[in-house]
């Protein structure tokens, strides 16, 4: 068995996020641009002869609920991965979260692609790229664009990455929320106010082409996210929000996925760095403002040898 092996894996915001009509498995098929942003989880898997999974969450994340290690997303990535290779999965894993839990960030699926990496290193069994991504794929919607990170366009239900052009560098205010959300309830939330949405998600065209410009006003203008309506709707407080960052000097404020973290597209690092600035005068309603840019690298091994 090799030394202890160290991997970062980057939160992600939906640029684009197209939803059609549920499926019948129950999953939206969607059209979605992923962009990974440079706000990331660190996970080291060392040797061990039995399985063990440790998570440190920075204090301002305070009492959030994490799950056991028997539901932990990182356990179920080691079962999957130790089954395709037939082997028993043992490690000791600790996590260190910066990226907001249940925030829409996709921090559980960073932790299980930084796990994939990590103990395909550790137990030294050189998986394939094409095996990486389909475990990830049967993890979750989101880790196998958590593996490729950059900007990629989304398909499926969001486990099918394609890698797009994107010559631009991004600028973004996160501001989490400490009270998550639900995914599947804001699933549910759009379920039930477009009952008439079409099979085919919406198209992204000229996010892509402002991608591919690199303009900030461009993207601004495209940035979409049909999961907005329905999770501002469930908790009304994140319009204000968006709202607040637009007012700041924001291009555009945006729901990150499901929600409830607030992003902000801005024009530059110092227009970036002048939103948070704002939002930090307001500390006892929003004690983390983070700023990040994008695109940044997928899981990656910051540990060698
Ligand atoms: O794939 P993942 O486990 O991340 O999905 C979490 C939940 O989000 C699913 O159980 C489902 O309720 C919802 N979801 C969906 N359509 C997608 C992705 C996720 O309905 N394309």
Not at 276 to 305: C, E, I, K, M, Q
Request: charged share 20%; with cysteine.
């Amino acid at each position: 068995m090799n030394a202890e092996r160290t991997v970062r894996a980057p939160a992600k915001i939906n640029l684009h996020l197209g939803v059609g009509a549920p499926r019948e498995d129950g999953y939206h098929p969607l059209l979605t641009v992923y962009q990974a942003v440079g706000l990331h989880d660190d996970l080291t898997a060392r040797p061990s002869d039995t399985w063990s999974v440790e998570v440190e969450v920075p204090d301002w994340m305070g009492g959030i609920a994490l799950p056991t290690v028997e539901d932990n997303i990182v356990t179920r990535a080691a079962r999957l991965l130790a089954r395709h290779h037939g082997l028993e999965p043992t490690g000791a894993v600790h996590v260190v979260k910066s990226i907001p839990v249940a925030g829409g960030m996709a921090g559980g699926s960073a932790d299980a692609a930084a796990a994939l990496v990590a103990l395909d290193r550790l137990w030294g069994v050189q998986t394939s790229d094409d095996d990486l991504l389909r475990i990830a794929g049967e993890l979750g919607s989101d880790v196998p664009f958590a593996l490729v990170g950059g900007t990629a366009l989304g398909t499926g239900r969001g486990e099918l990455v394609a890698p797009v052009a994107d010559t631009g560098t991004w600028w973004w205010v996160a501001v989490p929320s400490l009270d998550g959300l639900s995914t599947p309830a804001v699933y549910r939330h759009f379920d039930e106010l477009h009952p008439d949405a079409a099979p085919e998600p919406p198209a992204a065209d000229d996010l892509l082409a402002a991608l591919a410009a690199g303009d900030p006003h461009a993207l601004a203008a495209t940035l979409r996210n049909d999961l907005q309506a329905p999770a501002i709707d469930l908790r009304p407080e994140l319009g204000d929000l968006l709202d607040r960052g637009e007012a700041e000097g924001a291009l555009r404020g945006l729901i990150s996925g499901s929600g409830p973290t607030c992003v902000f597209l801005c024009e530059s690092a110092d227009a970036a760095r002048a939103v948070a600035g704002a939002f930090a005068d307001d500390s006892d309603r929003h004690p983390v403002v983070l700023v990040a840019n994008g695109a940044v690298a997928g899981a990656h091994l910051v540990t060698y040898g």
